[in-house]
């Protein structure tokens, strides 16, 4: 009787183990809405349904506070050489309408002439101008820029369906890493008990 269950116990404890797993894993999404157990005040509902709004929250929190801050993001378009390309556009455009509304019968040496010097005047008092705009854009992009909204507004517009679909293909293997290892110690607490009677009982 002891050697059956020797071989019984673990492969039950091994089965109750994986179920379990399975089932705690499928209540963090469904039931979708709460089910209420009749004469008991207790409502079984999945936990993301239940704390989706809360969820979103938090990670619009931790992206804005810890991940992808304001200030990352001013500092970085600083170092994308945006600077650069403002000045080359408007430089370009400048020249551009200059050529276009010089009269015609003006000798072409004299409109280069006019051009360069334009170019010079630009080259002095654009920069520091731009940088001027540039930090008053940052301080309006830092007081009022919040990435936390967007983000949880996002989160809060899927569908609980796809939330699950996107969760599930992006942490399959550690999913099924839990339900295996939930198999795993079911059988071991299982292979436990059952040596244990071995001792116990001659």
Aim: charged share 20%.
């Amino acid at each position: 009787m002891v050697s059956w269950q020797f071989f019984t116990m673990p492969l039950v404890g091994g089965a109750i183990g994986w179920l379990t797993n399975v089932v705690a894993i499928r209540m963090m999404f469904r039931p979708r809405h709460p089910i209420h157990i009749p004469f008991l005040p207790i409502t079984i509902q999945g936990l993301l349904p239940k704390c989706k709004a809360e969820l979103a929250e938090n990670i619009g929190k931790a992206i804005e506070d810890e991940l992808l801050p304001v200030e990352t993001l001013i500092n970085q378009v600083g170092k994308s050489g945006y600077q650069e390309e403002l000045l080359a556009t408007v430089g370009a455009h400048v020249q551009e309408r200059l050529f276009e509304t010089l009269p015609g019968f003006l000798p072409r040496t004299l409109q280069t002439t006019l051009a360069h010097w334009l170019d010079n005047i630009m080259s002095r008092e654009l920069p520091p101008l731009v940088d001027k705009l540039l930090y008053q854009v940052q301080g309006k992009l830092q007081a009022d820029l919040h990435i936390a909204p967007l983000v949880q507004d996002r989160i809060m517009q899927f569908d609980l369906d796809e939330l699950e679909e996107l969760i599930i293909r992006i942490s399959h293997r550690e999913l099924r890493h839990l339900e295996l290892l939930g198999a795993v110690l079911g059988g071991l607490i299982g292979l436990t008990q059952a040596a244990l009677l071995m001792i116990i009982k001659p």
